[in-house]
């Protein structure tokens, strides 16, 4: 679905914000598309907090482009949705130098991007930290090459940077080693920002960036969703209901119920309270909805499902049998 400006409705799973020439963009959202992700893409000039917000994941892309980030709102809304908590993903081979050197962005340097200083253009291939090659980030639910090659020929192709003291270094630079070429943040177990600091279509392997991306988006928001309203009459409450089957073996059914039109969120957890699956997250109108999940990816136990809207919370516990 694009976004034009004139009627927005979320119902997508990752925004994509096209910050640049259509190519990286376009293959970006071709292989959202065929993973099974539901993708939304809008310009920079028609972004509002509260699209962004109304999605599991925002991908910023900037491709090879010299002006990037340029949009002061758009950098804003970002550094906003991210102190809120919003998962992110930033794409681009000339967003760090842009943030540090020229023309100079700190706030979105040190909130989004996560880096401390530039050092070079070409960071030659891309190497993954030993310490997390046996990471989910780089297994599931594919395994990762050691190495990603890229087809440098201009300076707004690649950069390499420094990150900072609150984030870590996935890929590694071959040409200048222990600097960054993809930053994650927090940590590689509690995944909420990648950086990638290179152009996506300048990977020379479709494969190894497709699987980089895949994994990238299911660590951070899990597997696609199928939401869908199975009455329209208003209800006399707000409801959540146990889910069916329970106990159940990876796949379950989980039904809600809104007397109101509101943003409208379904999180899981495990029982030490880590969020392990931001489920949905979407404005919805008044109705009953189901959520299909496929939870295969979790081990068996025991978790936590939460509705939240901006009136009404409510839990209830679920058991996972394999």
């Known amino acids: 679905m694009i976004y034009t400006g004139n ?78 908590g919003g998962k992110i993903i930033v794409e681009g081979g000339q967003t760090a130098y842009i943030a540090l050197i020229n023309p100079v962005y700190p706030a979105f340097q040190n909130k989004v991007l996560k880096i401390m200083q530039w050092t070079a253009h070409d960071a030659g291939d891309l190497i993954i930290s030993p310490e997390y090659t046996g990471s989910e980030l780089a297994t599931v639910p594919n395994i990762l090459s050691h190495s990603i090659k890229f087809d440098f020929k201009e300076d707004t192709d690649m950069d390499v940077c420094s990150n900072n003291s609150f984030s870590e270094i996935f890929y590694t630079s071959s040409f200048h080693p222990g ?81 109101e039109p509101t943003f409208a969120e379904v999180s899981i957890f495990d029982i030490t309270g880590k969020e392990v699956n931001n489920t949905f997250k979407d404005f919805l109108n008044p109705g ?13 136990g025991v978790y936590i499902y939460k509705l939240q809207t901006e009136k009404f919370t409510s839990v209830k516990s679920m058991i996972l049998i394999k």
Not at 29 to 52: C, F, K, N, Q, R
Not at 199 to 222: C, Q
Not at 288 to 300: A, G, R
């Open 7 to 84: 009627i927005f409705s979320a119902d997508t799973d990752i925004l994509v914000i096209e910050d640049g020439s259509s190519l990286s963009s376009g293959l970006i959202m071709e292989d959202v598309i065929s993973a099974g992700y539901s993708v939304t893409s809008i310009l920079p000039e028609h972004i509002t907090y509260e699209i962004i917000a109304a999605h599991r994941l925002t991908i910023v892309s900037t491709g090879s482009n010299p002006n990037a980030l340029i949009n002061n709102f758009m950098r804003y809304q970002i550094q906003r949705y991210v102190d809120e």
């Open 179 to 259: 600097k960054a070429g993809i930053i994650i943040y927090p940590s590689i177990d509690n995944l909420q920002i990648i950086n990638y600091c290179f152009s996506y279509a300048k990977a020379e392997n479709r494969s190894d960036i497709k699987n980089l991306l895949v994994n990238s988006i299911y660590n951070l928001i899990g597997s696609p969703v199928s939401v869908s309203q199975i009455n329209s009459e208003i209800p006399s409450g707000f409801l959540l209901e146990q889910n069916f089957p329970n106990p159940f073996n990876s796949s379950t059914v989980i039904k809600f119920s809104l007397p």
């Open 288 to 300: 009953t909805y189901q959520i299909k999940l496929n939870l295969n990816d979790l081990s068996s």
